[in-house]
């Protein structure tokens, strides 16, 4: 009987856990929309700064990462833009496939020493810091996290 539980409690356990990455995931872009003009280099630098101290980009990755993480809120903000007023959900649904697929373009940029280092650390986050986990996925994908959106979207 107790496992039978378990196994009703795990999808919505696992849909509570996406269902809160998508608030953190929207209340830090609402944050950096609501900074105007400022909100795109906040977003970028953000990102660059969380990423770097993960992974150490070289300095040909620099202004890579940059472009990429510009590119990103640009697409982002058009989305999200739609997404606030239409409060369609095949808008949230495109929100989020975004957001997936950005994190991949990502992680397909870095090394595979630097994917490594980024995703053990995630990874530590999930299972050590929730505080810190939280953090970090409002911007980001644990591989577990990424693995579960993919499921779900």
Request: no cysteine; charged share 25%.
């Amino acid at each position: 009987m107790k496992y039978l539980l378990i196994l009703f409690l795990a999808p919505i356990l696992t849909f509570g856990q996406i269902e809160r990455a998508i608030k953190l995931k929207v209340a830090v872009m609402q944050n950096f929309v609501s900074k105007g003009a400022e909100g795109e280099t906040m977003f970028w630098q953000t990102k660059g700064r969380i990423t770097f101290g993960i992974v150490n980009y070289t300095e040909e990755q620099n202004p890579i990462f940059k472009d990429l993480f510009i590119s990103q809120y640009k697409e982002l903000l058009v989305i999200y833009n739609k997404m606030n007023v239409s409060e369609d959900e095949r808008d949230t649904a495109l929100y989020i496939k975004t957001l997936i697929r950005q994190e991949q373009d990502y992680r397909n940029l870095l090394t595979k020493e630097q994917l490594k280092l980024y995703l053990d650390k995630l990874a530590d986050f999930e299972l050590n810091n929730p505080q810190a986990h939280d953090s970090y996925s409002s911007l980001f994908f644990s591989e577990k996290l990424l693995k579960e959106f993919i499921s779900k979207f």
